[in-house]
């Protein structure tokens, strides 16, 4: 069975813990792929972290990827180029 991509539409719940500081929760709960997009510049250190499932960081408009799978985390930072998240997270 082949599952189809799907461009997430909603937004994740965003929470601003305090100036600078923000933790953002997205979850899968469709029966297809979805993909989430957000600008972030070079000022912020990003801390990912999977509790459930699978997805993959994409980079490079696709030329690069990293998975992040269940109960492991991520740290990424670049202080020369923007790193936008661009997330494609497995079904449920």
Do not use: W
Request: glycine share 4%; aromatic share 14%.
């Amino acid at each position: 069975m082949e599952v189809s991509k799907n461009v997430a539409q909603r937004i994740p719940d965003e929470t601003r813990i305090e100036d600078g500081f923000y933790v953002l929760l997205y979850s899968n709960d469709s029966e297809a792929n979805e993909v989430y997009f957000k600008e972030v510049t070079t000022q912020f250190i990003q801390f990912h972290f999977c509790l459930k499932g699978r997805g993959q960081f994409v980079f490079n408009q696709g030329s690069y990827q990293l998975p992040i799978t269940e109960s492991k985390a991520l740290l990424l930072y670049n202080p020369q180029l923007n790193l936008p998240i661009e997330l494609a997270l497995e079904p449920d």
